[in-house]
């Protein structure tokens, strides 16, 4: 079976720091792939990062970076310089059919 | 216009009364999902279609149906609505393998009363 574990219902950071939101995951594949989804008020979701599980390198986009540590299936998500529109429902999710149960992140002005 | 689209935005209806929630995509992507979320639960999926001939149950399938029209639309259906399939309905899709992220629609807020 693969699950995807979110343990942190809601976290806050205060505006130009750095948050990091923890997310761990079990699948028996030795390939897959892990995203981070953002969900703003407007309740689109969109796509934040993407890493290959084959690829050692950690992926970056922007203020976005994750820790991806294979072994201890583990894939968090760090947000730097956090911004006001960075408030939102952040869902960790494995390969297409995975997700977690989301963390509320909210911004502090 | 949106990628993906997904009419209605937001939808009242009684129990017992059949609904559909459309999806259709200008993505050009085979691959085609409907998604259930709830507080507290993430995001579950109802049913999956990788191209118009393929349909497959999600993990929360029952007292749903769906229909890939075309590669464009992919609609689903609640045959008897019942109040704990209140929930926020997202309509995603992606291009073949896993390692394509999704695209999702705007959602359908359902309320069954």
């Known amino acids: 079976a693969q699950t995807v574990t979110q343990s942190q219902p809601e976290m806050s950071v205060q505006e130009a720091e750095t948050v990091t939101l923890s997310c761990t995951y079990d699948?028996?594949?030795?390939?897959?792939?892990l995203f981070w989804y953002k969900q703003p008020p407007s309740r689109q979701m969109i796509l934040v990062i993407r890493q290959e599980a084959y690829k050692q390198q950690n992926a970056t986009e922007n203020r976005f970076s994750v820790n991806f540590q294979k072994a201890a299936k583990s894939f968090s998500l760090k947000i730097s310089d956090s911004q006001l529109g960075d408030a939102a429902m952040y869902f960790c999710?494995?390969?297409?059919?995975?997700f977690g149960t989301g963390t509320s992140l909210t911004v502090i002005p | 216009d949106a990628d993906v689209t997904q009419t209605p935005r937001n939808r009242i209806t009684k129990t017992g009364k059949r609904i559909m929630l459309e999806c259709s995509q200008t993505?050009?992507?085979?691959?085609m999902y409907w998604y259930r979320q709830d507080p507290g639960l993430g995001l579950r999926l109802i049913y999956y279609?990788?191209?118009?001939?393929?349909?497959n149950k999600g993990e929360i399938s029952d007292g749903y149906s769906v229909s890939r029209q075309a590669q464009a639309k992919f609609s689903l259906s609640l045959e008897s609505a019942i109040p704990n399939q209140t929930a926020l309905y997202f309509c995603a899709t992606s291009e073949s393998g896993t390692r394509a992220g999704y695209t999702f629609g705007s959602g359908t807020r359902l309320t069954v009363v």
């Open positions: 993505k050009g992507h085979d691959r």
């Open positions: 279609s990788f191209d118009v001939k393929d349909i």
């Open positions: 699948t028996s594949e030795s390939d897959y792939y």
């Open positions: 999710a494995l390969n297409q059919f995975y």
